[in-house]
Each structure stands twice: as structure tokens, then as C-alpha cells.
Nanobody, 124 residues
């Protein structure tokens, strides 16, 4: 049974930084692509960043390019999202997700397992 557990969310002022972590268990972590998504109140869940099995290929949605960095440590079964220069519009519940393929995907529908989410609130 695959489990994904996010941590690292919280309240931060605009311009600040947070690092989200997602610990995975239940199957061989290094085989699968991972993604970070977010959902703000009243909005649909959207892709933030994604990474392939090895960590050598990544994807970022335009609004976070240059500010966020996705990475993974396959030895620790963990994927990270380093978020810098945070803006109030980054406020959302952030979810990590795992595919059943090695490549990443920017499509929500390509992910099979989801964490419970962690709240990120950026004050102005």
C-alpha cells in the first residue's frame, strides 16, 4: 500500500521561503515519477512541479519558474519542493503525488497516489 506523507507547510510572509517534503512508502520509490500540486480555495487543483524517477528531468508551471525547485532523494524515499520568494498567490494546500511510470507528467490524471496535503499560507 503506497503512502505519501507531506510536511513542511506553514505560515510565512511574502518573500519568505518554505521547504516541503513528501515521504513515500509501500513500493520502490526510485521507479516512479513524482509531482507537487496545489489547490487554492475555490480553484481547481493544479500542477506546480514534477520530476522523473532519476531527478534529471523536471517540470515547472510558469508561475513558479525561478522561485521553486523540485528535487528527490531516492535513498530517503523523499521528494522535496523548495519554495523561495513566496507570494500571497502561492497560498494553497500542497499535495505530492506519485505516478506508476518513471517519467514525470504535468497532468493530474496521470498520478495514481496522493498525499493528504499540507497547508501553505503566505501573508502580504
Amino acid at each position: 500500500q503506497v503512502q505519501l506523507v507531506e510536511s513542511g507547510g506553514g505560515l510565512v510572509q511574502a518573500g519568505g521561503s518554505l521547504r516541503l517534503s513528501c515521504a513515500a512508502s509501500g513500493r520502490i520509490f526510485s521507479n516512479y515519477g513524482m509531482g507537487w500540486f496545489r489547490q487554492a480555495p475555490g480553484k481547481e487543483r493544479e500542477i506546480v512541479a514534477a520530476i522523473n524517477w532519476s531527478g534529471r528531468s523536471t517540470y515547472y508551471t510558469d508561475s513558479v519558474k525561478g522561485r521553486f525547485t523540485i528535487s528527490r532523494d531516492n535513498a530517503k524515499n523523499t521528494v522535496y519542493l523548495q519554495m523561495n520568494t513566496l507570494k500571497p498567490e502561492d497560498t494553497a494546500v500542497y499535495y505530492c503525488a506519485q505516478r506508476s511510470r518513471s517519467a514525470y507528467s504535468s497532468s493530474l490524471n496521470d498520478y495514481d497516489y496522493w498525499g493528504q496535503g499540507t497547508q501553505v499560507t503566505v501573508s502580504s
